[in-house]
């Protein structure tokens, strides 16, 4: 009856580096969504999968954000050549079907990059 | 742009009262769905309550209930008998029911629960 999971939970990274974070979604949830959240802001939604098709990476910052389902259950969200204002909380979040169903969230991942 | 307004940044209440947490939003659609979210500090998010836009009977559950006006754009959560373990960032938010997937927050109302 596992939740949805992320790792790392907490991730320090050099300026210019690359990262890769991971969501592990409910099982059988097909819809995944990523959520950034700064601060002591609401979260903001990033990028939605329908099982492994990503039906909108609108909130995306820039071309550095990478988000794939490959098959469908586990996402990663990569950020090539971090910079300070990545520096957030993301989100993982998934529901049963469609986008409309709850989402149910993960703990999230804090990026701290230096 | 679509938002979500939450004017309370903080609130406080005794264990046992009632607190009322405000919220409003803007969107020009008709078929929404409205969310109150909890976060404690430990950062995970959890779901408190949700209607339907097209619903008229105001959800509940248990001691959680919204009065969602929605000519007013309005979605207010009342918390009664407040416990110790109601203490979190409390987050509204929607989400269209169509050309959209994105789930809008707002800022949060930190609530506190005084012993």
């Known amino acids: 009856g596992a939740g949805v999971s992320q790792s790392p939970r907490y991730k320090v990274a050099k300026r210019g580096q690359d990262v890769a974070l991971r969501c592990d979604p409910i099982?059988?949830?097909?819809?995944l969504f990523w959520y950034q959240q700064a601060l002591g802001q609401g979260p903001e939604f990033l990028t939605y999968f329908q099982n492994e098709a990503q039906l909108d990476k609108s909130g995306l910052p820039s071309d550095r954000f990478f988000a794939e389902r490959p098959e469908g259950s586990v996402s990663t969200l990569k950020i090539q050549r971090t910079q300070q204002e990545d520096s957030a909380v993301y989100l993982c979040?998934?529901?049963?079907?469609?986008?409309?169903?709850?989402?149910?969230f993960g703990p999230g991942t804090r990026l701290t990059v230096l | 742009a679509q938002t979500v307004t939450q004017s309370q940044p903080e609130m406080s209440v005794q264990e046992a009262e009632t607190v009322t947490l405000s919220c409003t939003y803007d969107t020009s659609e008709s078929d929404y769905y409205l969310f109150w979210y909890k976060q404690p500090p430990s950062r995970q998010m959890i779901l408190v309550i949700r209607?339907?836009?097209?619903?008229?009977q105001n959800a509940t559950e248990n001691r959680f209930s919204v009065n969602f006006q929605k000519a007013a754009k309005s979605f207010s959560l009342k918390i009664s008998d407040s416990q110790l373990g109601d203490a979190a960032m409390y987050f509204c938010a929607y989400l269209i029911g169509a050309g959209s997937y994105q789930l809008t927050f707002g800022k949060g109302t930190k609530l506190s629960v005084i012993p």
């Open positions: 979040a998934s529901s049963l079907g469609r986008y409309t169903d709850t989402q149910y």
């Open positions: 209607q339907e836009a097209y619903k008229q």
């Open positions: 099982s059988g949830h097909v819809s």
